[in-house]
C-alpha cells in the first residue's frame, strides 16, 4: 500500500476565504465540536489562537471543524475557519473514528498543509506547550506521527495498560504508552496513508470503526514521535457498558492484529521512537484502591468463572483453564493474575477473534470479567504509582517475550487444543 493512495472526495462545505501564503499548519477538531459552537470550543480557540500566534501572523495556520449544515456560525476568529460537513453524523465523538481521519484528512490535503494536528473531546484542557510539542514533532523534527503522553494516574486508562499498551508493543514494535490516542500531528504523506485505510471503510460504518494510526506508520516505517504532553481531562462515552467499550476498543485491535499479521509475524527490530520533553513528566499522586472495591471485583469474577467457563473452554488451551481456577479459589488478599497467564489469555482471545470461534460479541462478553480480574490484581499489587509503572513495564515485556506462543498458535491453531 502505498502512501500517495487518492484521498476520497467528500461533500464540500462553505468556508472563510483561506490566506493567499501555504498553510504549514491545519488543525482539525474532531466529531464533539459539531454544531457545538459554545464555551468549551471558545475556550479551545481561545487556547490555539495563544498557542500559534507566530503561524496566526505568517498566515500559516487554519482550522477546520464539523458544522452539519455545512456553514459555521463562529465569527472574528485570527487565523481562516473551514466548516465542513461530516461524512456521517456523529455518534461516536469520545474517540476519534475513521470518519474523524476521512474528514481531518481531507481538509489537509485541500489545504495542502505539512502538517495536521488532529484534536478530540475536551482539547482545550491540553497545555499549550503540549499542543505546540506535538506540532513542532512533524514541523521541525520531521516526525511523520506524533502522539501525546498524558499524565495518567495509576488507576487511569487500565485498559491501556493492560491490554493496547503492551500488544501494541509486542505487534507494531512501537513503545508508545497511548497507541490509540484523542489527540496526534500528522505529515502529509501520513496524512495520505491514514485517509488511504479509512477510504478503505464503508461509509455506514465510518462513525464506528476504529483506526491505528500507529500500526499505519509502523507497517510502512515512518516515524513516530511521542511528546510528554501532562494533564488532559479525558471524555467519557456514551454508555458505561464495559464489555461494550471493551468490544469495540479492544476488537478493534484484535482486528488490526489480524490485518497485519504478515506485518508482526517477521523478525523485526522495534521501531526507533523520538521522545519529546518539553513538559517535564510529572509523577500523580498515590491513589490506591479501596480494598471493598478489589472485593468486588474478585467476587464478579468468582461467579463468572462458574457461568462461562463452558466458554473459556472454546477459547483457552488447558493449562490457562486450570491458572484461572486456581486465580479463583485465591483468597482476597493474595489475589494475582501472573503476566505470563495474562499474555495467554488476550493472544488466546485474539485468535479467537480471528477465527470467529464463537460470536466476537459474545467473545468480548467473555473477556470482560478477564479483565476485571486482572484489574483487581492490578490494584491489588500497585499501591503507588512507582510501582503501577513498574508493573507496566514488566507486564510489556512479557506480552513480548510470549510473541513466539502467538506466531505459533496463529499458524498452527489446532496444535495446541486437546
Same mark, same amino acid.
Given at each position: ?23 504549514? %499548519? ?89 502538517? %495536521? ?8 484542557? %491540553? ?36 491490554? %493496547? ?54 507497517? !510502512? ?162 499501591? !503507588? ?34
Amino acid at each position: 500500500m502505498a502512501s500517495t493512495d487518492v484521498i476520497p472526495d467528500v461533500q464540500p462545505a462553505a468556508a472563510q476565504a483561506p490566506s493567499e501564503r501555504p498553510v504549514r %499548519l491545519l488543525i482539525s477538531l474532531g466529531p464533539a465540536y459539531t454544531d457545538a459552537i459554545g464555551e468549551p470550543i471558545d475556550e479551545l480557540l481561545r487556547l490555539l489562537e495563544d498557542t500559534f500566534s507566530a503561524e496566526i501572523s505568517a498566515g500559516a495556520i487554519a482550522v477546520a471543524y464539523p458544522a452539519t449544515d455545512g456553514h459555521g456560525s463562529i465569527q472574528e476568529t485570527p487565523f481562516p475557519l473551514l466548516p465542513y460537513v461530516p461524512v456521517t453524523p456523529a455518534r461516536i465523538a469520545w474517540i476519534q473514528t475513521a470518519a474523524s481521519y476521512t474528514n481531518a484528512c481531507r481538509a489537509a490535503k485541500e489545504a495542502d498543509a505539512e502538517c %495536521l494536528l488532529l484534536l478530540g473531546a475536551e482539547a482545550h484542557t %491540553l497545555s499549550a506547550t503540549a499542543l505546540r510539542g506535538l506540532v513542532q514533532a512533524v514541523l521541525d523534527n520531521k516526525a511523520d506521527l506524533a502522539l501525546p503522553r498524558y499524565a495518567l494516574g495509576q488507576n487511569e486508562g487500565l485498559l491501556n495498560t493492560a491490554l %493496547l499498551y503492551p500488544l501494541a508493543r509486542a505487534i507494531y514494535g512501537v513503545d508508545v504508552r497511548l497507541p490509540l490516542t484523542l489527540d496526534l500531528a500528522m505529515s502529509s504523506r501520513m496524512c495520505a496513508r491514514v485517509a488511504a485505510a479509512a477510504a478503505r471503510v464503508p461509509t455506514v460504518a465510518q462513525e464506528e470503526t476504529i483506526l491505528w494510526p500507529t500500526g499505519e506508520a509502523a507497517v !510502512s516505517g515512518y516515524t513516530i514521535a511521542e511528546v510528554e504532553a501532562g494533564p488532559r481531562t479525558l471524555p467519557q462515552p456514551a454508555t458505561a457498558e464495559l464489555s461494550t467499550i471493551l468490544g469495540q476498543i479492544a476488537g478493534s485491535l484484535f482486528s488490526d492484529v489480524e490485518a497485519r499479521a504478515a506485518f508482526w509475524q517477521r523478525i523485526r527490530q522495534p521501531a526507533s521512537i523520538s521522545r519529546v520533553a518539553m513538559i517535564p513528566r510529572p509523577q500523580p499522586k498515590d491513589e490506591p484502591v479501596p480494598i471493598a472495591e478489589i472485593t468486588q471485583l474478585i467476587e464478579d469474577f468468582r461467579l463468572a468463572y462458574g457461568s462461562l467457563h463452558e466458554i473459556w473452554s472454546l477459547v483457552l488451551p488447558p493449562n490457562s483453564l486450570l491458572g484461572l481456577k486456581k486465580l479463583s479459589l485465591m483468597p482476597i488478599e493474595s489475589f494475582h493474575f501472573s503476566d505470563a497467564l495474562w499474555v495467554r489469555v488476550v493472544y488466546d482471545f485474539a485468535l479467537a477473534y480471528r477465527l470467529r470461534t464463537i460470536n466476537r460479541g459474545h467473545l468480548m462478553g467473555a473477556l470482560t470479567p478477564l479483565y476485571l480480574a486482572w484489574v483487581a490484581s492490578h490494584a491489588t499489587a500497585a499501591k !503507588s504509582y512507582a510501582e503501577a509503572e513498574a508493573y507496566t513495564q514488566a507486564l510489556a515485556r512479557a506480552f513480548e517475550a510470549d510473541k513466539p506462543y502467538l506466531v505459533s498458535r496463529w499458524r498452527w491453531p489446532d496444535r495446541f487444543n486437546p
